[in-house]
């Protein structure tokens, strides 16, 4: 099974431990991604998929937002992280599933793209990601 890993505030430990655990075995996610654009591509060396939330669409994620726009569109996920971190313009609100497509229309806006198209690939990356599903 994929593994789906949640970091925060201690990246160089997290990519210590999936390197010494052999985490590329089993691939996974990198869960309400909020680090910089080193650890996102040290992740995906390791097989890993980044997974944006609400977070990326605050006034203050600029820095998140470059991470958005500049990893590859194959290894991008989107997420809601419900009911937390609900995306602007529903910030402060329980979040739900429905609030996922502001976090979808961000990263189409900084990477240039539909968000149609960020939709198809991110729909594609789940399911490549978690095999088993069901479409």
Known sequence: KPLVIHTRAAADDTLRLMREENARDAGGVMHCFTESREVAEAA?????YISFSGIVTFKNAAALREVAAAIPLERIL??????YLAPVPHRGKTNQPGYVKHVAEEIARV??????????ATTANFFRLFSTARH
């Open 111 to 120: 990477r240039g793209l539909s968000v149609e198209a960020v939709g198809a």
């Open 78 to 83: 989107i997420e809601t992280d419900s009911p």
């Open 44 to 48: 995906i060396e390791l097989g890993f």
